[in-house]
């Protein structure tokens, strides 16, 4: 799962919205029993929203992938469907 927004749309919950929405298609339409997303250590905001969307963190990936021309570290966070449940869908 990849995921960007824009500063001026900060804040206004727009991306946890469209994440549970993700999610449950994937789990509930598409029949998937995983989602994933790898996330730079640095990237507290990412990690706030992964862990709000009900994502564990299951390790850790060093240079995982080139940003910007560097090699980047990255965290791995997943929800199984499993361990979904209605508490992370939106009403």
């Given amino acids: 799962l990849g995921y960007y927004?824009?500063?001026p749309s900060s804040g206004q919950g727009l991306m946890t919205e469209?994440?549970?929405?993700?999610v449950a298609h994937a789990f509930e339409v598409l029949g998937l029993h995983r989602v994933?997303?790898?996330i730079q250590p640095e990237n507290k905001r990412s990690i706030a929203l992964a862990q709000r969307c009900g994502f564990f963190r299951?390790?850790?990936?060093?240079?995982?992938?080139?940003?910007?021309g560097r090699?980047?570290?990255?965290?791995r966070w997943a929800l199984l469907t499993d361990e979904w449940n209605g508490s992370y869908r939106r009403s």
């Fill in 71 to 75: 090699w980047r570290d990255h965290e």
């Fill in 36 to 38: 994933e997303v790898n």
């Fill in 58 to 68: 299951e390790g850790f990936s060093p240079r995982y992938l080139k940003v910007g």
């Fill in 18 to 22: 469209g994440i549970e929405a993700m």
């Fill in 5 to 7: 927004a824009f500063a």
